[in-house]
């Protein structure tokens, strides 16, 4: 199917995210794109907490950032987050970060995350809850 799910995040720059050149630490990119996987938890209902309700966890295990163009203090970005669909236990997102007042694009990532049970055990199949939640947002047939 082709149905498509993207969350947007906007994010003001804090002056604790800068460097001595004020402009945004490569590394707190990283922080950005936890925001924007909070959001789209939040937005469409599969959020840490309902994973771990679920018995799950699901740490990230790569994560891939390209950068374009800096951000600076004061500066207000949106960070797009897009679920790509797998059929394998796990998440897979593509990220585009954009500064707000131009909608110049400044980087892009990609991140995966597995399923593993409370044991830190990782799932080979995609659990039940996992799969009824694709069901809902129409990525699966019912």
Do not use: C
Request: glycine fraction near 4%.
């Amino acid at each position: 199917m082709s149905k498509q799910l993207i969350d947007r995040k906007e994010i003001t720059i804090r002056f604790s995210e800068v460097d001595s050149m004020a402009i945004v630490w490569h590394g707190n990119y990283v922080k950005y794109l936890e925001e924007g996987r909070e959001s789209f938890g939040n937005r469409f209902g599969i959020s840490y907490l309902d994973i771990y309700a679920n018995k799950m966890m699901a740490p990230v295990v790569n994560m891939d950032i390209s950068f374009k163009r800096q951000v600076k203090y004061g500066e207000t970005i949106i960070v797009e987050t897009k679920y790509i669909d797998q059929k394998a236990a796990k998440l897979v997102f593509n990220y585009r970060i954009y500064r707000k007042e131009n909608n110049e694009l400044v980087a892009t990532a990609t991140t995966t995350q597995v399923f593993i049970d409370l044991n830190y055990e990782m799932l080979l199949y995609p659990p039940e809850f996992a799969l009824e939640w694709k069901r809902k947002m129409g990525l699966l047939e019912a």
